[in-house]
């Protein structure tokens, strides 16, 4: 299986901006699609971003325009820029594949990355 340990979380002010980072360990990078996924307090785990092997991105709508994904096959590692955060951003993040080739190995949930946003 695919490990992944996620990083670059924190507490910012309302309009502010992160920038999370994630590290898969395990297996072959560049062939899955990646996504970022947020779970905020008391709710379920929903997908706000992806990214294919091609770099080509998706984003939820309460993200677009503010949230970019992407990247680096070389290092293994995905991102997740946070522009103008609000409040309702608050969650913690996890990446995780979304989809590989046949055969290849599943991922696993790492420990996230809290981010909060304070009002």
């Known amino acids: 299986q695919v490990q992944f340990v996620e990083s670059g979380g924190g507490l910012v002010q309302s309009g502010g901006s992160l920038r999370l980072s994630c590290v898969a360990r395990g297996s072959i990078f560049s062939g899955y699609v990646m996504g970022w996924y947020r779970q905020a307090p008391g709710k379920q785990r929903d997908l706000v971003a992806s990214i294919d092997t091609r770099g080509s991105t998706n984003y939820a709508d309460s993200v677009k325009g503010r949230f970019a994904i992407s990247r680096d096959n070389a290092e293994n590692m995905v991102y997740l820029q946070m522009d103008s955060l609000n409040p309702q951003d608050t969650g913690v993040y996890y990446c995780?594949?979304?989809?590989?080739?046949?055969?290849?190995?599943?991922?696993?949930w790492g420990q996230g990355t809290q981010v909060t946003v304070a009002s």
């Open positions: 995780n594949i979304i989809s590989g080739p046949p055969g290849w190995p599943s991922g696993t």
